[in-house]
């Protein structure tokens, strides 16, 4: 089951530029717009928790 889109309209990064935020339903992931950060979906929940966010492969070479 994919995340309802109206739920992702209103999705945004927890950090506080609250950025929007791009959904992968392959990944199952959603990857903030601004700072990159990767935040999971498990059993179709957003977990937007800051500390259990990932960086970008981008930021991660830096």
Known sequence: ???D???LEILACPDTHHAPLDYD???QTLTC???RRIFEVR???PVLLLDE???SAAQEEK
Request: one cysteine or more; charged letters at 20%.
């Open 1 to 3: 089951m994919a995340l």
């Open 5 to 7: 889109p109206q739920l």
């Open 25 to 27: 339903p392959v990944g």
């Open 33 to 35: 717009t601004e700072c």
């Open 43 to 45: 059993d179709d929940v």
């Open 53 to 55: 966010a990932r960086g």
